[in-house]
Every structure is written in C-alpha cells, then in structure tokens.
C-alpha cells in the first residue's frame, strides 16, 4: 500500500472537526474547549540553546562543502561526542549537557541533513556517509592528538558512533555509549517505519503547537526538553504556511537497512569500554545476550523513559554518563593510571 500523500495528510490534520475527533491532538474534541492563554503559550514557548550549552560552532570540513553544527559545553575532562538519532537535533543532548558540563567537555553534533548543519548532498543518510562526516568532524576539530573521547549515539546515532568505533581511526577513543537502539528489534521494525511516519504529524501552525505535539502525542516527554530540541528539528514551509519537518525521513527508506543491519557484531568487536542504555524491556538479540553473558558490555534498563532517553529523563541520563567515566577512569586525556607517566604529558 502506498503512504498516504503529504496533501492529505494535511487535510486530515485540517478537516472538519466533528467528524473525526482523535484526527489531531489539537482538534476541539481532544482537548476541553478554551481559549488560548498566556500560560499556555508560554508553557510551549521555544527555550534557547545558550541556557544549556556555553556556544555554537560551524566546522567546515576542508576540500568539501560540508559543514557542520556542532554544540559544546564545558571545559574539563574528555570528550563526551554526542550523535543523535534520526529527525532528531544536536539539541536532543542540551538538557543532558547542562548537566555533564562541569565533569565533561559535551560536544553534540547536527549530522547530515539535520538541524543547521548543511553539506554536498543532505538526503545521503548512508551509514558510511555519516560515520565519515564523524570522523571529518573529529579530525577537523582536534587533528591528529586528540583528548580522551567517548562517542555517544542515540538510535541512528548509536548505529553511528558504533561504526566510527568499529573503523579503529579515532585515536584516545576509550569509550561507547549506544542509546536504545538494538538491531534485531530495529530490523523487525522497519517494516512498519513508513506507516510510522506518515501517521504521525506532518504540518503545524507555529513551533510552539509542534512542541506540544510532541509531548502529547509525538515522541518526547519532557516539555523542557522539547522546548529546546523541537524547533531545530523543523522548518518553515511557505507553500503550505506552515512549519514541517527539516528532515525527510520517509524519503530516506533506502538506508534503513545499512544503519542496523550487523549493528550487534561490530558494537561488540569495538576495541573500547561500551555501555547500552535501553528504555523498558528491550530484547537482546543472540549475539548481544552471549555479549553480554561474556562481560563485554554493560548494560542498562531505564525505566519510565521513552525512545529519547536523553530528552525524557536528562539528570538520569547524565549520571549513567558520569559514571561510566568515573568507573573508567577516564580522564581529560584518556584512562587514568596513578603512577603512570602517560606518553601525551611529554
């Protein structure tokens, strides 16, 4: 069957009202009918970056056209590299950033075809395109001697920082942290991914109904969070006088099956200290149970979460990141070894 053209969803979300309440979450029999207030504005209002992260850089990626958004924050300790998941933001991590800054130096990334970012060709989400605009991105801002850097990647974003990991390019890479994502649950889900994303909202009249339908009906559950996260993740369309997504993932279907397939494999066969933090009941596939079972990686269940771990609960979010640190003694410029005069000092 055909998705349904991007028309009629709109005439769906903009139809008559009384013929299908549950239509749209903002149609008048969804919610109890009132009229718009201050507070209810506010509450949905966008939040800026600069709260949560201390500035906004351009990378440009020499002997390209590409160059890319990336957010940092603080100014000590390594480098916690952060990768988002598809349709998703760098901002995804500010709320989470502002928490791990005064431990870590957060840098968090618009990959391709995201956020601000802007290159060649945004619609080429494949997996080795993206794991290659990574590692540009790492070489262009830290050369051939980096600081201790972990890579953190959430949903494609894991797929990501796995593949990344797995080319053994990174120098002091000493740590993976892979976000809800599992190939064998990926894989059997992307066979319903196109009805997924054609039933969900495609068209809203101002940012601040397209945060409060992220909350309500959309991914997220944290309104702080989406308040920040939201508006990178839409623009505007002056055809239709409307707001719509930057990044078209229905059109993006070819690379579905790169990003995860052998996903498993490789995050075990990285040579670094890995961590896999899952919202509920997720199941390992084979490999990872018998990963797992061996002492290969540690894994967390975060309860009470959504898909977005790092947006619904960012203070629990931080503290796993923090401690996965501290456990590993990762230091400013990679594990720290009392006693041990390290290369990099001289």
């Known amino acids: 069957m055909e998705p349904a053209p991007l028309a009629s969803l709109q005439e ?35 939040l800026d970056w600069s709260a949560y992260f201390d500035e906004e850089r351009r990378v440009a990626v020499p002997d390209t056209e590409d160059v890319f958004n990336v957010y940092t924050a603080g100014s000590e300790g390594p480098v916690v590299f952060c990768l988002h998941g598809g349709g998703y933001s760098g901002l995804s991590f500010a709320l989470a950033a502002s928490r791990m800054k005064e ?10 075809g995201h956020g601000k970012s802007t290159t060649s060709d945004d619609s080429d989400l494949s997996i080795e395109t993206l794991s290659g605009d990574v590692i540009a991105v790492l070489h262009t801002l830290y050369g051939d001697s980096p600081p201790a850097i972990m890579l953190v990647g959430h949903s494609m974003g894991g797929s990501v920082a ?9 120098c002091n890479l000493h740590g993976l942290v892979v976000v809800d994502v599992v190939e064998g649950t990926a894989m059997a889900s992307l066979v319903h991914m196109q009805k ?32 920040v996260s939201i508006p990178s993740t839409l623009k505007y369309d002056e055809s239709r006088n409307c707001y719509t997504y930057r990044t078209p993932l229905e059109e993006t279907e070819k690379y ?9 494999e490789k995050f075990l066969s990285c040579p670094v200290q890995k961590i896999l933090l899952l919202a509920g009941t997720d199941r390992l596939d084979r490999a990872l149970t018998i990963g797992q079972m061996q002492g290969k990686f540690q894994m967390v269940v975060v309860r009470h979460t959504g898909h977005a771990i790092q947006e619904d609960v960012p203070e629990e979010f931080a503290s796993y990141i923090l401690n996965f640190i501290a456990r590993n003694k990762i230091g400013p410029n990679g594990v720290e070894i009392p006693g041990l005069i ?3 000092q001289h």
């Open 103 to 112: 431990k870590a130096r957060v840098v968090s990334m618009d990959l391709r």
């Open 342 to 344: 390290k290369k990099w």
């Open 256 to 264: 579905w099956k790169g990003w995860y397939e052998g996903l498993s």
């Open 196 to 227: 997924i994303l054609t039933n969900r909202a495609q068209h809203f009249p101002s940012i601040e109904k397209a945060i409060e339908w992220s909350v309500k009906g959309g991914p997220l559950r944290n309104i702080d969070s989406a308040r």
């Open 162 to 170: 796995v593949h990344v990991a797995a080319r053994k390019v990174i």
């Open 12 to 46: 769906e979300g903009e139809g008559e009202p009384d013929e299908s309440p549950s239509s749209s979450a903002f149609s008048a029999d969804a919610v109890p009918p009132r009229p718009a207030t201050h507070h209810s504005l506010h509450k949905y209002a966008p």
